[in-house]
T-cell receptor
């Protein structure tokens, strides 16, 4: 079993839709949860960072962590064509441990 | 520097040649990661440095791959006797690596093509 599972998609939605992206994980030691966005032929860029359970909102983006279910989500409201990219979740147990990435979900928002 | 810098940005090499890929992390970041991303694929972990030590090198695909880090700064990923399956984007990331601040920041990657 992989430490982090993420549906690779692709996910295609119309402009203005609400998008839900998810990852599940198996190691309860993970405490730090990140979402990265990667445009084609670019390096991943940090989008959201959350510590422990709860929600965090930044503009149209909301990151949600449910540690009891080992489930993390990224919601995008009012999606735009410029949101078309691959979204990767990343988890860390803190201290001196490596960062674990999901496979990434490819999102296409069409006008 | 302001961000993670990788060089070269693109590298075309002949099969069988050795290549060196360089990563300059953000100043003060103790943790450094190398990942490989094949076309249309997710990130494949290669190696993780904490300071100059590599507590986890489990992702290196073969003994043709090696990496080092010096001065808790620059890291070099070396691929010997390159093969066509080594063609990929090699991404480097760094983070403070301490509790409560583990966000990792990526460079733009080195696109390696083995012909």
């Amino acid at each position: 079993q992989k430490e982090v599972e993420q549906d690779p998609g692709p996910l295609s939605v119309p402009e203005g839709a609400i998008v839900s992206l998810n990852c599940t994980y198996s190691n309860s030691a993970f405490q730090y949860f990140m979402w990265y966005r990667q445009y084609s032929r670019k390096g991943p860029e940090l989008l959201m960072y959350t510590y422990s359970s709860g929600n965090k909102e930044d503009g149209r983006f909301t990151a949600q962590v449910d540690k009891s279910s080992k489930y993390i989500s990224l919601f995008i409201r009012d999606s735009q064509p410029s949101d078309s990219a691959t979204y990767l979740c990343a988890l860390d147990s803190g201290g001196y441990n490596k960062l674990i990435f999901g496979a990434g979900t490819r999102l296409a928002v069409h006008p | 520097g302001a961000g993670v810098s990788q060089s070269p940005s693109n590298k075309v090499t002949e099969k069988g040649k050795d290549v060196e890929l360089r990563c300059d992390p953000i100043s003060g970041h103790t943790a450094l990661y190398w990942y490989r991303q094949r076309l249309g694929q997710g990130l494949e972990f290669l190696i993780y440095f904490q300071g100059n030590s590599a507590p986890d090198k489990s992702g290196l695909p073969s003994d043709r791959f090696s990496a080092e880090r010096t001065g808790e700064s620059v890291s070099t990923l070396t691929i010997q006797r390159t093969q066509q399956e080594d063609s990929a984007v090699y991404l480097c990331a760094s983070s403070l690596g301490r509790q409560l601040n583990t966000e990792a920041f990526f460079g733009q990657g080195t696109r390696l093509t083995v012909v």
